[in-house]
């Protein structure tokens, strides 16, 4: 079993930047690939980023790509989402996830979730 926690959301102007993080407990955390996704309102859940379990693999949606940067500290068992350039599109509650078995970008695969953290970026 693994938990989740995410924090660093909160409230940015347009072009402001944060850095959301997710610390894992539980089982060992450098085995797992970490996803980033975040559900707007009235939207549906979608994929943001993910990394693989090393930290050399990362991928993006291509609406963030070129802002965000994901990373993962296996010491610290936390994994970070840099947010740069922030739109107001970009409002959301953000939530990590981990995958036991491959990094990608279908929620389905991803076996547990934090609690999400709201970002509200304002115009």
């Known amino acids: 079993q693994v938990q989740l926690v995410e924090s660093g959301g909160g409230l940015v102007q347009a072009g402001g930047s944060l850095r959301l993080s997710c610390a894992a407990s539980g089982r060992t955390f450098s085995s797992y690939a970490m996803g980033w996704f975040r559900q707007a309102p009235g939207k549906k859940r979608e994929f943001v980023s993910a990394?693989?379990?090393?930290?050399?693999?990362?991928y993006y949606a291509d609406s963030v790509k070129g802002r965000f940067t994901i990373s993962r500290d296996n010491a610290k068992n936390t994994v970070y989402l840099q947010m740069n350039s922030l739109k107001p599109e970009d409002t959301a509650v953000y939530y990590c996830?981990?995958?036991?078995?491959?990094?990608?970008?279908?929620?389905?695969?991803?076996?547990?979730w934090g609690q999400g953290t709201q970002v509200t970026v304002s115009s």
């Open positions: 990394i693989d379990w090393s930290g050399d693999n990362a």
């Open positions: 996830a981990a995958d036991e078995s491959r990094v990608g970008e279908n929620q389905i695969d991803y076996n547990y």
